[in-house]
T-cell receptor, first 113, second 114 residues
Framework: DQQVKQNSPSLSVQEGRISILNCDYT??????FLWYKKYPAEGPTFLIS?????DKNEDGRFTVFLNKSAKHLSLHIVPSQPGDSAVYFC????????????FGKGTKLTVNP | GAGVSQSPSNKVTEKGKDVELRCDPI?????LYWYRQSLGQGLEFLIY????????KSGLPSDRFSAERTGGSVSTLTIQRTQQEDSAVYLC????????????FGSGTRLTVV
């Protein structure tokens, strides 16, 4: 039973436009959400996070939005750049005191020049 | 070191053999995690070490899997009697621990069981 779902396996956008990656979750106990970016043959790298008590966090071109009532979060990248092409994983932390994360299956983003 | 180091980067083994995967976390990071990514899947939690506390082994898929962390630093993940379904990329990550968000991952060990 997947607790973190990324329903779009892939997304393609034009350079300069906005990329929106979506993530849904089922466990209302999750207290922290993170996005990771992964290039081929490398480990995932931490990108941005948001606490469950907030609804928005922004870092440069990256903004994460959280809608707790809908159990939905999204990552916005604007403007998108070809170097953003990677697999993006959504992850959530169980609020029960453990630091382990539950990951989605990832969305492959392709930014076309 | 500057990052999380994993070895080997690739491992091909015959079904039924034992394998050991090594992880060197970032110096000073008290938390260490093992995940694996099978083809087309997300990252699956395996085990988590935090300081001197008992590890959280709740993600280990069977008793063929075990892990230890010596001296609060290097960790070894051991898979006994490997099966073809064990083929995956095994990722190690470390972090500063409780209250610190965002792991640093290594590049992983790609394990292929033939």
């Amino acid at each position: 039973d997947q607790q973190v779902k990324q329903n779009s396996p892939s997304l393609s956008v034009q350079e300069g436009r906005i990329s929106i990656l979506n993530c849904d979750y089922t466990n209302s106990m999750f207290d922290y959400f993170l996005w990771y970016k992964k290039y081929p043959a490398e480990g995932p790298t931490f990108l941005i996070s948001i606490s469950s008590i907030k609804d928005k966090n922004e870092d440069g071109r990256f903004t994460v939005f959280l809608n707790k009532s809908a159990k939905h979060l999204s990552l916005h990248i604007v403007p998108s750049q070809p170097g953003d092409s990677a697999v993006y994983f959504c992850a959530a932390r169980d609020g029960g005191g453990s630091e382990k994360l539950v990951f989605g299956k990832g969305t492959k983003l392709t930014v076309n020049p | 070191g500057a990052g999380v180091s994993q070895s080997p980067s690739n491992k091909v083994t015959e079904k039924g053999k034992d394998v050991e995967l090594r992880c060197d976390p970032i110096s000073g990071h008290t938390a260490l995690y093992w995940y694996r990514q099978s083809l087309g899947q997300g990252l699956e939690f395996l085990i988590y070490f935090q300081g001197n506390s008992a590890p959280d082994k709740s993600g280990l898929p069977s008793d063929r899997f075990s892990a230890e962390r010596t001296g609060g630093s290097v960790s070894t993940l051991t898979i006994q009697r490997t099966q073809q379904e064990d083929s995956a990329v095994y990722l190690c990550a470390s972090s500063l621990g409780t209250g610190s968000y965002g792991y640093t991952f290594g590049s992983g060990t790609r394990l292929t069981v033939v």
